[in-house]
Antibody, heavy 119, light 110 residues
């Protein structure tokens, strides 16, 4: 069974940093590209970032470019999101999601971790 | 990248059919057959219901179907059931090698 478990969320002050993790199991993590998607309280989904299986290709949404860094450790079956210079508008539940092997679809999602940026 | 446009809410009675639209541009919905639809219950993770415009993942009811015409994709749910009440989001791959979601549609089963 595919499982994705996010961790690392919490309360952080504006301008602060936080590192999210996503532990993957139930599939060959090193063969799949991964995403981070976020959802502000009461709002819709917003795509954040993508990383290919080998980390050779990385994309970011304009809203986080230059502040967030996606990475992965295939030996540890883990995906990460380093978030710096956090703003109030970054407050959201952050989901990690797997990209389907054929095509750009996000098929499995974790349960999410809440990041709150507030003083 | 602007969000795809969905109606904020739709409703229907049990047994009826409803359709949720998702409008984008030629740079996303209209340019690729890579539209997906997700169902999200409150406080839960999104669940994939349709991918590549009209394909259903294993385990998803055949009451769910997808289509596309030009820059607008649609999700149709036939034989509406109380358990279908949820938020629905469309998504598309874009020409900028990014992904974009719709604003979401709240489905109410009357």
């Amino acid at each position: 069974e595919v499982q994705l478990v996010e961790s690392g969320g919490g309360l952080v002050q504006p301008g602060g940093s936080l590192r999210l993790s996503c532990a993957a199991s139930g599939f060959t993590f090193s063969s799949y590209s991964m995403h981070w998607v976020r959802q502000a309280p009461g709002k819709g989904l917003e795509w954040v970032s993508y990383i290919s299986s080998s980390s050779s290709t990385i994309y970011y949404a304009d809203s986080v470019k230059g502040r967030f860094t996606i990475s992965r450790d295939n030996a540890k079956n883990s995906l990460y999101l380093q978030m710096n210079s956090l703003r109030a508008e970054d407050t959201a539940v952050y989901y990690c999601a797997r990209k389907i092997s054929s095509g750009p679809t996000l098929d499995y999602w974790g349960q999410g971790t809440l990041v709150t940026v507030s003083s | 990248q602007s969000a795809l446009t969905q109606p904020a809410s739709v409703s229907g009675s049990p047994g009826q059919s409803i359709t949720i639209s998702c409008t984008g541009t030629s740079s996303d919905v209209g340019g690729y057959n890579y539209v997906s639809w997700y169902q999200q219950d409150p406080g839960k993770a999104p669940k994939l219901m349709i991918y590549d415009v009209s394909n259903r993942p294993s385990g998803v009811s055949n009451r769910f179907s997808g289509s596309k015409s030009g820059n607008t994709a649609s999700l149709t749910i036939s034989g509406l059931q109380a358990e279908d009440e949820a938020d629905y989001y469309c998504s598309s791959y874009t020409s900028s090698s990014t992904w974009v979601f719709g604003g979401g549609t709240k489905l109410t089963v009357l």
